[in-house]
């Protein structure tokens, strides 16, 4: 089935240094969706990204899709002991499913 | 607005004891509902998911079942719980006929089992 993989799987940053994690196929991708999961809690959807060579800014968080669609990632300029959590990507699913598959996540941790 | 709602928030239980997690969505109307499970540290394993009234399908064969009595009532079932069951249990939902199907998640049960 279609999978997406993540990496890396943590990242210890000290606060103020940039983070990045990243989300590949080897397929091609109709779309990737971004979701962060604070420690605790339960994922939430952060954004979807749909078209080829797509970036989108949320404040310090920059998200990027791949020329082929076959790769995304997720960049924090100046983590914040906020950004603290999971961060997963989520391709569509096998076989023209609609159901999402999310990568295992990648979980950053902050030192202040 | 959408909220789901999912109880009990924790749970500790025998192994060998029944099992039944509830999961309830308001605002919205026919959504599609999921169960996912993560284990500690791990990522989101899709365990059933329903396009409406008592259409199920599973995803990972298990000692779990699924059923969705009302339309925006999703129950998950266990007849005699594992150790292996233990996890973070998610309810989700997302809207029918959305191509891109952005998952919306309720907050979680966690399941411990001795």
């Known amino acids: 089935g279609q999978q997406v993989m993540q990496i890396p799987q943590y990242q210890h940053v000290q606060e103020g240094e940039d983070f990045t994690t990243y989300c590949n196929s080897s397929?091609?991708?109709?779309?990737i969706q971004w979701y962060k999961q604070r420690p605790g809690g339960h994922p939430v959807f952060l954004i979807q990204?749909?078209?080829?060579?797509e970036v989108k800014k949320q404040k310090r968080l920059t998200f990027q899709f791949g020329e082929a669609k076959k790769n995304s990632s997720l960049h924090i300029t100046a983590t914040q002991t906020t950004d603290v959590g999971t961060y997963f990507c989520?391709?569509?699913?096998?076989?023209?499913?609609?159901?999402?598959?999310f990568g295992r996540g990648t979980s950053l941790i902050v030192h202040p | 607005s959408q909220t789901i709602h999912q109880w009990p928030a924790t749970l500790v239980q025998p192994v060998g004891s029944p099992l039944s997690l509830e999961c309830t969505v308001e605002?919205?109307?026919?959504?599609?509902l999921y169960w996912y499970r993560q284990a500690a540290g791990r990522g989101l394993q899709l365990l059933f998911y329903?396009?409406?009234?008592?259409?199920i399908s599973s995803e990972v064969p298990q000692n779990l079942s699924a059923s969705r009595p009302q339309d925006r009532q999703f129950i998950l079932s266990s007849k005699k719980l594992l150790l292996s069951d233990s996890g973070f249990y998610l309810c989700?939902?997302?809207?029918?006929?959305?191509?891109?199907?952005?998952?919306?998640f309720g907050p979680g049960t966690r399941l411990t089992v001795l």
């Open positions: 989700a939902w997302s809207v029918l006929g959305n191509p891109y199907n952005e998952q919306f």
């Open positions: 397929t091609t991708l109709s779309n």
């Open positions: 990204l749909v078209k080829s060579g």
């Open positions: 989520a391709g569509p699913g096998s076989g023209g499913s609609y159901i999402p598959t």
């Open positions: 605002g919205t109307s026919n959504p599609n």
């Open positions: 329903s396009v409406g009234i008592g259409q």
